[in-house]
């Protein structure tokens, strides 16, 4: 008996030709469609940036931040040929890549990811991503669980990802590596800061 042919990995190009508005990542070689996010989703992902990008995504520090950060939100990355995430946010130290990264996909490693936990992605997110982008260095991998309101901060050890903040909305916390600012987790589901 003959094994069945194996099939191809899947690289950019074939994710390329989905077409601009194919809400796909290969993970592991495989395209793998991605669900339209639901309205709890939409909110955690602009509530993010909101409570982000405005103190850290720009060079220097001020009243309202530090600064310090490129912040974007569905940016393909390629961490291998047959790894092309979109991520719900990543962000790149400026310190280690001064000009903002160009291009689809881009093939720098960020420093900081949050995915938003859905049903539909929950084992990719929590297994599969996390995989990769541990074995990629990434250095810090957030999840935020709309549902239950709560967020989770990995960061990368020696050993790997560790939890280093488990934290539900309504308390206040200094996450790494936005930790030079203090927020309420609610802020992150788009809840008023207070």
């Known amino acids: 008996m003959t094994a069945a ?20 990542e290969i993970v592991h070689g495989a395209i793998v ?3 339209a996010p639901s ?13 982000l990008g405005p103190r850290f995504g720009r060079r220097g520090g001020g009243a309202d931040g530090p600064g310090g950060w490129w912040i974007a939100s569905e940016v393909e990355v390629e961490y291998d040929p047959h790894e092309v995430l979109r991520h719900d946010l990543a962000g790149w130290r400026r310190t ?3 000009d903002m990264p160009h291009g689809s996909p881009t093939r720098l490693a ?19 991503k996390l995989r990769i982008l541990q074995a990629s260095g990434v250095p810090h991998y957030w999840i935020l669980e709309p549902a239950e ?19 539900a909305a309504g308390e206040r916390v200094r996450a790494e590596p936005f930790d030079a600012i203090e927020v309420d987790v609610g802020a992150f589901f788009g809840d008023e800061e207070g």
């Open 5 to 24: 042919p194996a099939r191809p990995l899947a690289t950019y190009a074939d994710l390329a030709a989905l077409g601009d508005d194919a809400r796909a």
């Open 33 to 35: 469609e991605r669900a």
């Open 39 to 51: 309205f709890e989703h939409g909110v955690a992902q602009s509530a993010m940036s909101g409570v």
């Open 96 to 98: 280690r890549v001064p």
């Open 110 to 128: 960020p420093d900081w990811v949050c995915e938003i936990l859905s049903p539909s992605n929950a084992r990719r997110d929590l297994v599969d």
């Open 149 to 167: 309101r709560v967020l989770l901060e990995h960061r990368l050890e020696a050993s790997g990802y560790v939890v280093a903040l488990s934290a």
